[in-house]
């Protein structure tokens, strides 16, 4: 740390350079950043906190009803504590662009089996009290500026009324928020009996179950006792849990994360030969003066030490302040991509993490070549050509 | 005359001496070379999914789907509507037959071959007519499914992205078992993404009656589409939304392309200013390894502007090699490279080859030259104002 004062003025020998430098290594790191948050977004977020949860799904696909009266079957299962149906509505609010997920759920259930969902006692008694309420995440509410006692109307895609048409009016009787930091709340929750009714489908199918455990049961055992509940039934199950069922959704949409890391490869690659260049310019212009600092009775490892850190020293100014920018960045896509990224582009600890380790690999990956040489320099030779 | 002599003497004499400054010359170019890389990798996948979704739309058919639903899977049609249809003014008629094919399309987990994870897959219930009602597409290999049977003709780009769709081989989806009995190709476009049965075996398998989800129907020319639409949506017993083929599936292209788009494009920008700097560092050195040569040049009489002009060359051209090389790279490793995704607007897979092609390229290389010209000017303007006295003594 003594050399602390050398190695700076050496960093700003020139300074348009290691300005320039520094700038490509904050492009590279922002992107760094910002790529791999928003493909944690994509693949489902990082690890479930709370309780496990299982999903139970058409066997054949996602797309195909389950009836009704698995539900209580499912219930019987030794170590399942709740289970709770859910379908998928597919409207929008107003306009098509509008989309978010809508539920038609048991109010009591669901609330249960999503613990990280909090919302006032009064709000949930007077959803409970009206068959056409819905609730509102915090999310949601503040995306289109929605209030307690607003009438929302969703146009669904898919669900015909009895009465005619595919336009249905909820009454928004609470809005519940989130304790989980990672989770987002843009989503819409209404009553399954009231959808069963009301529908003309008609009553008796569910579009997937969900369920949560009971204390010490084995996730494992409860999906395999599900599954085979039902085998060679007209509707067969496939249990997964939740955390499995969104990163195989993810993954559908092919091979993101290849295509991030190959972009990633290609950005390192250049900043590679970016900051080594500079580095080696460097050592090159200073021969001589490292060859008097030998001649002074520097060590060859101190020597190498100073230029290493003089490399990595670079890296570390320009990756940090482009992971923080990254951070800023992601602040703002993901509050304006909210419906799509619910849990918002977050760059976490982890990538933080991965992001300092890339740059020490970086810097002394770019300055291990001039460093070396500048170690082995010797000191008439180079004092004989300064 | 004199400056452009000389701007042509000095860009030689910077090209005869750049062996000697190999090392950071080469590091803008491969900068840009990334760059380009990158930008055309990326957006070649927008280009090949648009290329797949629209190749299949043709004008001369029409898809007649329930209204408001944004994709086929979210439609239901009854037979009666269907009939009602097959009559409708503007349908194309060979003899007495409408030729219409009322369609079911149903979702069924196959693995994808590529990452081993199950994906949903279009399956398709389609009527005699189905070939009739699509352009260029038609049987390549085995047979066609027999009416009543469980048999399954499928894509050729389903085939060789999904598990288990060999000829010949029987899959199995839950309970049923079905045999695959031909394959079909539609020139590269989205329906060979699909896996096509019989409509009544589908209606049968998936339980939904006498029910249908689409009606495609050719049209007896290309203009009867606005009387076909006007036509249905008067009628009081349909309630149905009628686009060409062509408008359908370029609507359906949109979310998934738009979302790759705005991917791409801020990534090229911000590696393309990673690339400025690239650039500006290599030609900042560049002239300060040059000073002595620029000094002395410009004591012999050469003006400003040619050093200026000739230091904005050498870092376009090199911008120039960067840029070709990168696309180059790109034709090589990614065009036809074949993937498949979840089109957001389906819910359903789509099969599709990276598109590489001739004005991504041009906008790669227009990308490189800017990236050329800006990362050369400030340098180029320092060469030009290099005090001739001042880099001479330090010789």
């Known amino acids: 740390m003594k050399y602390f004062g050398l190695i700076w003025r050496n960093v700003w020998r020139k300074k348009i350079r290691t300005s320039l430098t520094i700038l490509s290594v904050l492009v590279a790191f922002l992107l760094f950043a910002l790529l791999n948050a928003l493909g944690q977004a994509m693949s489902g977020g990082g690890a479930m906190t709370g309780a496990v949860r299982l999903v139970v799904i058409d066997k054949v696909s996602l797309i195909n009803f389950l009836p009704l009266s698995h539900k209580n079957k499912i219930a019987q299962i030794p170590g399942v504590a709740v289970v709770s149906q859910q379908s998928w509505f597919g409207g929008f609010y107003q306009d098509p662009k509008n989309q978010f997920p809508q539920f038609p759920v048991v109010p009591d259930e669901y609330f249960a089996l999503y613990p990280e969902f909090v919302m006032p006692e009064e709000q949930m008694e007077a959803w409970k009290n009206n068959r056409t309420g819905a609730v509102i995440g915090r999310d949601l509410a503040e995306l289109y500026g929605l209030k307690v006692g607003d009438r929302i109307p969703i146009q669904s895609t898919i669900f015909t009324r009895k009465e005619g048409g595919r336009t249905w009016e909820f009454d928004i009787e609470g809005i519940f928020d989130t304790t989980d930091p990672k989770g987002g709340t843009a989503l819409l929750l209404f009553r399954h009996d009231y959808f069963a009714e009301a529908n003309t489908f008609g009553d008796g199918f569910v579009g997937w179950y969900t369920l949560r455990l009971a204390e010490g049961a084995d996730p494992v055992e409860v999906a395999n006792a599900i599954d085979l509940q039902f085998a060679n039934s007209p509707n067969e199950t496939e249990t997964s849990t939740e955390a499995a069922f969104a990163a195989s959704f993810a993954k559908q949409f092919g091979n993101i994360a290849l295509i991030v890391t190959m972009i990633l490869g290609a950005v390192f690659f250049t900043l590679l030969l970016v900051a080594g260049n500079t580095m080696s310019q460097s050592v090159r212009e200073r021969i001589a003066e490292l060859a008097v600092l030998k001649t002074l009775g520097f060590k060859d490892g101190t020597v190498l030490g100073i230029v290493l850190t003089e490399s990595v020293l670079i890296m570390a100014m320009g990756g940090l302040l482009g992971v923080a920018l990254g951070w800023l960045a992601g602040l703002a896509i993901g509050s304006a991509m909210a419906m799509f990224v619910p849990g918002g582009i977050v760059v976490s600890t982890e990538i933080v993490l991965l992001a300092v380790a890339l740059m020490i690999g970086a810097g002394v990956l770019a300055g291990i070549f001039p460093a070396l040489k500048a170690m082995r320099l010797s000191i008439v030779d180079a004092l004989a050509r300064g | ?395």
């Open chain 2, 1 to 395: 005359m004199r400056t452009l002599q000389q701007i042509f003497a000095v860009t030689w004499l910077n090209f005869l001496n750049l062996s000697h400054r190999v090392a950071s010359s080469s590091v803008a170019v491969v900068g840009v070379a990334a760059v380009v890389l990158v930008f055309a990798a990326v957006l070649s996948m927008a280009k090949g999914f648009e290329r797949t979704m629209t190749l299949a739309g043709s004008e001369d058919t029409a898809i007649i789907i329930r209204s408001g639903s944004t994709s086929e899977l979210a439609s239901g049609l009854s037979n009666e509507q269907v009939l009602i249809v097959e009559t409708a003014p503007g349908v194309l008629r060979d003899g007495d037959q409408a030729v219409v094919s009322a369609e079911l399309y149903v979702l069924v987990d196959i693995r994808k071959k590529s990452n081993d994870s199950e994906a949903n897959v279009p399956f398709r219930g389609v009527g005699p007519r189905a070939f009739d009602v699509r352009d260029s597409t038609g049987l390549t290999e085995g047979r066609m499914f027999e009416p009543g049977k469980n048999e399954l003709v499928v894509g050729r780009a389903a085939q060789s992205e999904f598990e288990g769709l060999d000829l010949g081989t029987s899959i199995k989806f839950g309970r049923t078992a079905w045999t695959v009995v031909g394959v079909f190709e539609a020139d590269g476009g989205v329906a060979e993404s699909e896996v096509w049965t019989d409509i009544r075996v589908l209606q049968g398998a998936y339980r939904r009656g006498n029910s249908f989800q689409t009606v495609r129907v050719r049209l007896d020319d290309r203009d009867s589409l606005a009387g076909l639409e006007e036509a249905l949506k008067n009628d009081p017993r349909l309630d149905v939304d009628v686009y060409s083929e062509r408008q359908f599936y370029s609507s359906q292209a949109q979310g998934t392309s738009t979302f790759i788009r705005v991917l791409g494009y801020p990534i090229t920008f911000l590696m393309a200013i990673g690339a400025v700097f690239g650039a500006l560092n290599s030609m900042y050195s560049s002239v300060s390894a040059r000073g002595k040569e620029i000094a002395t040049l410009r004591a012999l009489g050469f003006g400003p502007i040619s050093v200026l002009v000739s230091t904005m060359i050498e870092s376009t051209l090199l911008a120039l090699i960067g840029g070709l090389l990168g696309g180059a790279i790109a034709f090589l490793a990614f065009n036809g490279f074949q993937v498949s995704t979840l089109s957001n607007a389906s819910f359903s897979q789509v099969v599709f080859d990276f598109a590489v092609t001739a004005d991504l390229l041009a906008q790669g290389i227009v990308t490189a030259l800017i990236i050329g010209l800006i990362g050369g000017f400030l340098p180029a303007l320092r060469a030009a104002r290099l005090p001739v006295a001042q880099a001479l003594r330090e010789l």
